[in-house]
């Protein structure tokens, strides 16, 4: 199984420029998640989505978008590139039917500059 | 109340040594702990979790100490090794809604041979 796939795995971007992070789960997941990992800062959540159509904000939000149409991608739009969005990205997902807390799997990142 | 924090910031350890990782948290709400290593270009992955009703969990070399009355809860890495060398995060998270991971800032542990 190929898991959690994020591209590009690398991108400069100017700013003002707008680009598609993508990613993509094969696990039949429900559960899917974009955090941002900045230097000494943890991971912070930009959105999450419970399912296809569903979506709602976390921590971060300025400055994204996100779509859900199927439940395999989540694609994490930035319109107008700015240098505070440089950054590692991460994806993420996750099946939570159970009782127990499952694990979210992670990609591998996208490593995102603006200048 | 939705901080995790997270110390120390970094660690250095000799092969063989014990690798202790300190977490806190505020939100009494959070039903899920789970410590997360990360190798450098990669995503985080899943080492050990732990859930509220249970003060210890052990796999193998690795050791989650879970204090509810404090809101505190630990790594513990035994007889570590130079391939342990990595981010660690904590983490916690409550499955509703949506199961949402609130990280700890991360430590960076070296362990030298």
């Known amino acids: 199984n190929a898991g959690v796939t994020q591209t590009p795995k690398f991108r400069i971007l100017k700013i003002g420029q707008s680009m598609t992070l993508q990613c993509t789960q094969d696990?039949?997941?429900?559960?899917m998640y974009w955090y941002r990992q900045d230097p000494g800062m943890g991971l912070k959540l930009i959105y999450y989505?419970?399912?296809?159509?569903?979506?709602d904000k976390g921590e971060v939000p300025n400055g994204y978008n996100v779509s859900r149409s199927t439940t395999e991608d989540f694609p994490l739009r930035l319109e107008l590139a700015a240098p505070s969005q440089t950054s590692v990205y991460f994806c993420?997902?996750?099946?939570?039917?159970?009782?127990?807390?499952?694990?979210?799997?992670f990609g591998d990142g996208t490593r995102l500059s603006i200048l | 109340q939705q901080q995790v924090k997270q110390s120390p910031q970094s660690l250095i350890v000799q092969k063989g040594g014990i690798s202790i990782i300190n977490c806190a948290y505020e939100?009494?709400?959070?039903?899920?702990f789970p410590w997360y290593q990360q190798f450098p270009g990669k995503g985080p992955a899943l080492l050990i979790a732990?859930?509220?009703?249970?003060s210890e969990k052990k796999e193998g070399r690795f050791t989650i100490s879970f204090n509810k009355s404090a809101k505190q809860f630990s790594l513990h890495i035994m007889d570590s090794q130079p391939g342990d060398s990595a981010t660690y995060f904590c983490?916690?998270?409550?499955?509703?809604?949506?199961?949402?991971?609130?990280f700890g800032q991360g430590t960076e542990l070296s362990v030298k041979p």
């Open positions: 983490a916690a998270s409550m499955k509703v809604p949506g199961g949402k991971l609130i």
């Open positions: 989505s419970v399912g296809a159509g569903i979506t």
């Open positions: 732990i859930r509220p009703d249970v």
């Open positions: 939100n009494t709400a959070f039903d899920y």
């Open positions: 993420a997902s996750t099946d939570i039917q159970v009782i127990n807390n499952q694990p979210q799997h």
């Open positions: 696990m039949n997941h429900n559960y």
